[in-house]
C-alpha cells in the first residue's frame, strides 16, 4: 500500500474503497498525531454507514474491518470528527491534529448468565474475550478482542501514515479524552502497537496478563520453551517484534529457567 495525494492506495491506479463522509472540517495543518479507536458497533458497515450519515456528526479517516479490510472516508489532509473534546500534549482538540482509526469491534461487553454479550445483544465466543481492567479504572471485565488480520491491516497502514506525515505518536481515544472514552480499550495491544509502528524497542517493562506460553518462533506452530508457560505478572522487556508476536527477555528465574528468551503474542502483554 501507499499514499497518494492524501488518499490510501492499494498500488499505484487503485484506492482502496471510499465512502466520503460530509462529517468533516477544514485542512489538517500540522499532522502530529494516530489516535485509534474502536467502533462499539455491530459491523464494519454499519459503522460506515454511520459516520458517513450526517446525523452521526462524527467520521474517521479510516475504518478497518476485522477481515482487515480498510475504508476510507475522510482525505489524510482534512478533519475528521473523531476525537471530540481532547486534549494531549498541551495540543487541545486532537482533531486538528490528527489521523482516526477506527477498528470494527464490539467493544466493552456485560456478562449475561455463563456468556458475555456486548450492547447490541449479540453473544461473543469466550475465545474472542479479553478479560482486564481498564487503564483508567474501573472493574475487572470482557472486551472484545481485536483480530490478527485487522491488527495487521492497521499496523501496516500506521506505518504508512507515520512515515508521510511525520507522526509523533499513536495514542489511544481513552489517552486523549480520559473518562469519557474507553476505547480502544484494555483489548488492543497499544504498547507493542506502538513499538513496531514508532520503531521502539527495549526501553519499557511489560509484564504478562495471564499465564503464557513462551514460544521458539513468532506463531503457534512453534515449539513452546522450557519455562513456559509464562506465570501471569511476569515481567519481560520487548526486543524485537514480527507482527503481533514480540521476541522477550525475561527478567527473572521463572520455572526453573534463567536467562529465558522467546517469543510471545503482544496481546498477552501490558505495561508494568
Keep these: ?11 499505484d491506479q487503485e484506492a482502496v474503497p471510499y465512502r466520503p463522509s460530509p462529517n468533516k472540517g ?19 458497515e454499519s459503522s460506515i454507514n454511520w459516520l458517513t450519515n450526517p446525523a452521526a456528526r462524527a467520521s474517521a479517516h479510516l ?33 486538528s491534529y490528527s489521523i482516526g482509526i477506527e477498528l470494527d469491534n464490539a467493544g466493552q461487553l456485560h456478562r449475561q448468565g455463563a456468556r458475555w454479550v456486548t450492547a447490541f445483544g449479540r453473544v461473543i ?23 490478527e488480520r485487522q491488527l495487521e491491516s492497521a499496523a501496516e497502514v500506521a506505518v504508512l501514515l507515520v512515515e508521510k506525515y511525520r507522526l509523533l505518536d499513536v495514542v489511544g481515544h481513552d489517552d486523549i479524552a ?47 520453551l522450557p519455562g513456559s508457560p509464562l506465570p501471569d505478572g511476569t515481567q519481560v522487556i520487548v526486543l524485537n517484534s514480527q507482527g503481533l508476536w514480540q521476541f522477550v527477555d525475561v527478567l527473572s528465574p521463572v520455572n526453573g529457567e534463567m536467562d529465558l528468551q522467546g517469543w510471545v503474542h503482544g496481546r498477552y502483554l501490558a505495561p508494568a
Aim: hydrophobic fraction near 35%; aromatic fraction near 8%; proline fraction near 6%.
Design 63 to 95: 475504518v478497518i474491518g476485522r477481515d482487515g479490510g480498510v475504508t476510507q472516508l475522510v482525505p489524510f489532509d482534512q478533519r475528521a470528527w473523531h476525537a471530540g473534546r481532547s486534549e494531549w500534549a498541551n495540543r487541545v482538540g486532537l482533531n
Design 178 to 224: 480520559p473518562g469519557r472514552k474507553t476505547d480502544p480499550g484494555p483489548a488492543f495491544p497499544m504498547r507493542s502497537f506502538q513499538a513496531r509502528v514508532m520503531g521502539r524497542r527495549g526501553d519499557e517493562v511489560y509484564r504478562t496478563t495471564t499465564a503464557l506460553n513462551i514460544r521458539s518462533g513468532p506463531g503457534t506452530e512453534h515449539a513452546t
Design 125 to 147: 465466543a469466550d475465545d474472542d474475550v479479553v478479560i482486564a481492567r481498564h487503564k483508567n479504572g474501573g472493574p475487572e471485565i470482557g472486551w472484545h478482542a481485536f483480530t
Design 26 to 44: 477544514g485542512h489538517i495543518d500540522p499532522h502530529e498525531y494516530l489516535v485509534m479507536h474502536f467502533t462499539a458497533g455491530a459491523s464494519a
Design 1 to 11: 500500500m501507499k499514499i497518494k495525494n492524501h488518499r490510501l492506495m492499494i498500488n
